[in-house]
């Protein structure tokens, strides 16, 4: 038998200059292992005179206990060494912005939203919101459409089942409905917008049954079409970022509003393109008006106190005119590459807040 202890000295020896994990088991492998030099020594107990049997068998155990406990602690040492290299070597500022590249883009529509109210709020307008499962009263009776009236059927609705109360829900058809829930919500003045989602049973290249407006109203004690019509050409101005834009007021009819009009803007139809600000064509973008004494009236306010302007615009329509998009239904497509090429970069800064900040911080 060999000298145990420099036999343990050189193993132990071995084993903590060991700085590679595989190394190290090919050391337990030759020390320890099955056919290892100490397993081999056990062995040889058996052939042994009790005499020696009782001196080397537990020197031989006791050695064998140590090596294994020495592989298995400077394991966990050599794994804890090379988990800090990984960390080191994988090491992320979670401080750095993502790139952009990996934030995907902005749609159109959220551009336009996030324009519109940019340019509302700038002029005291707040952001109201409503429900798209509306009900009847909201969506049409209180907004001086009364049931029979063929403006009803204009709208192309989609509606719900019927209610226990054996009332029907619908998917509200334009973004008027805020209006009234609005004015139901608080005393005047009001001035708010009310962009979103709107529904109606409607598709082609200009349709979508699923399309997005905003609505406006302001109502005050001396609120008056002057102030109607400001609002909208500086809207125009802002949003299409031209100072001359051409607007036209063409009569026209709503229920909920009296007198009404139409909004068209100056534009010029170029090959199969079309260009806003120049030319002598013209392109509808909303409907207004002064809101209807009727509509007030069905919300308790007395129009001989207090009137008002509300408008709505298909922002669907103002982002294919802004930024010539020739085809409504693709924005719904959940295409990617129609959204890599007409989208917004995520971090981009909005165009109009430059805007504002080149002319001088307004
Ligand atoms: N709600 C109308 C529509 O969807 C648009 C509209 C016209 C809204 C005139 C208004 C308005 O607020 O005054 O066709």
């Known amino acids: 038998m060999e000298d145990l202890q420099k036999l343990e000295?050189?193993?132990?020896?071995?084993?903590?200059?060991?700085?590679?994990?595989?190394?190290?088991?090919?050391?337990?492998?030759?020390?320890?292992?099955?056919?290892?030099?100490?397993s081999l020594m056990m062995r040889e107990i058996g052939k042994m005179s009790p005499e020696e049997k009782k001196n080397f068998g537990p020197k031989l155990n006791a050695l064998k206990n140590k090596i294994n406990n020495a592989i298995a602690d400077h394991k966990t040492e050599l794994e804890a060494q090379a988990l800090n290299l990984r960390l080191l070597s994988e090491h992320i500022d979670i401080t750095l912005p993502s790139p952009p590249e990996n934030l995907g883009s902005i749609?159109?529509?959220?551009?336009?939203?996030?324009?519109?109210?940019?340019?509302?709020?700038?002029?005291?307008?707040?952001?109201?919101?409503?429900?798209?499962?509306?009900?009847?009263?909201?969506?049409?009776?209180?907004?001086?459409?009364?049931?029979?009236?063929?403006?009803?059927q204009m709208?192309?609705?989609?509606?719900?089942?019927?209610?226990?109360?054996?009332?029907?829900?619908?998917?509200?058809?334009?973004?008027?409905p805020v209006q009234i829930r609005t004015m139901m919500s608080g005393p005047p003045p009001y001035r708010i917008i009310a962009p979103g989602r709107t529904y109606r049973c409607d598709s082609d290249a200009t349709h979508t049954p699923m399309f997005h407006q905003v609505e406006a109203l302001v109502i005050?004690?001396?609120?008056?079409?002057?102030?109607?019509?400001?609002?909208i050409e500086e809207f125009c101005r802002k949003f299409f970022e031209l100072d001359n834009v051409k607007i036209r007021?063409?009569?026209?009819?709503?229920?909920?509003?009296?007198?009404?009009?139409?909004?068209?803007?100056?534009?010029?139809?170029?090959?199969?393109?079309i260009l806003i600000g120049e030319g002598d064509d013209w392109l509808e973008i909303m409907g207004c008006g002064m809101v209807n004494a009727r509509v007030l009236e069905n919300v308790n306010l007395d129009p001989g106190e207090y009137q008002g302007f509300a408008f709505g615009m298909g922002l669907d329509r103002i982002a294919m005119l802004k930024w010539g998009i020739p085809d409504l239904r693709e924005f719904f497509a959940a295409d990617l590459r129609w959204l890599k090429h007409y989208g917004?970069?995520?971090?981009?800064?909005?165009?109009l807040s430059t805007q504002n900040h080149k002319a001088g911080g307004k």
């Open 9 to 38: 000295t050189a193993i132990i020896a071995e084993i903590t200059a060991c700085d590679d994990l595989s190394r190290l088991e090919d050391i337990r492998v030759a020390e320890v292992g099955k056919k290892g030099r100490v």
């Open 344 to 351: 917004f970069a995520a971090l981009d800064i909005p165009s």
């Open 107 to 152: 749609h159109p529509i959220s551009q336009v939203m996030d324009e519109v109210a940019e340019i509302f709020t700038e002029i005291g307008f707040s952001i109201a919101e409503g429900p798209e499962i509306e009900e009847d009263f909201y969506n049409f009776t209180a907004l001086n459409i009364p049931e029979e009236h063929p403006a009803r």
């Open 249 to 273: 007021f063409r009569p026209s009819y709503f229920p909920f509003t009296e007198p009404s009009a139409e909004v068209d803007i100056g534009c010029a139809f170029k090959d199969g393109e």
């Open 220 to 231: 005050d004690k001396d609120i008056h079409m002057g102030h109607l019509k400001w609002c």
């Open 155 to 176: 709208h192309d609705t989609f509606y719900l089942p019927e209610d226990k109360d054996g009332k029907r829900k619908l998917l509200r058809t334009h973004t008027s």
